[in-house]
């Protein structure tokens, strides 16, 4: 419960410091729609960041266990969404483009485990 709580606000963090680095310091070193792409990658992270909170929350209130697979599938779908674009738009492997949805599944799949969790408590 605890440690989903830090581990969230820690990735929201990140997330801030990664959306100032790409407006202030990609902004006139990489194209507009790369630009676009890396603060899709921030956006997904906060709004994921922020339910890894709201699951650290729910901890409090449901049994632990519960919570520990969405939060998982958040944590994991944050790296794997998010990091690839960032790796895209900062290598230019353009192939990683390829492994972004796997995230997106990743994310998709931790707020339905979500549902379920609650739904059987």
């Known amino acids: 419960?605890?440690?989903?709580?830090?581990?969230?606000?820690?990735?929201?963090?990140l997330a801030?410091?990664?959306g100032a680095f790409g407006a202030h310091g990609l902004k006139?070193?990489?194209?507009?729609?790369?630009l676009a792409i890396f603060e899709t990658g921030v956006r997904y992270h906060m709004y994921h960041a922020l339910g890894?909170?709201?699951?650290?929350i729910l901890g409090?209130?449901?049994?632990a266990d519960m919570i520990q697979l969405p939060a998982v599938l958040l944590s994991v779908g944050i790296l794997v969404f998010s990091g690839?674009?960032?790796?895209?738009?900062?290598?230019?492997?353009?192939?990683?483009g390829a492994i972004t949805?796997?995230?997106?599944?990743?994310?998709?799949?931790g707020w339905v485990m979500l549902i379920i969790k609650i739904c059987s408590a």
């Open 1 to 13: 419960m605890k440690n989903w709580i830090i581990l969230g606000a820690s990735l929201a963090a």
């Open 84 to 96: 690839s674009l960032y790796i895209l738009v900062l290598t230019g492997l353009r192939w990683m």
């Open 101 to 109: 949805p796997i995230g997106g599944i990743a994310l998709i799949a």
């Open 60 to 63: 409090f209130h449901y049994n």
């Open 52 to 56: 890894l909170i709201l699951i650290g």
């Open 16 to 18: 801030v410091i990664l």
């Open 28 to 34: 006139s070193k990489v194209s507009p729609e790369d």
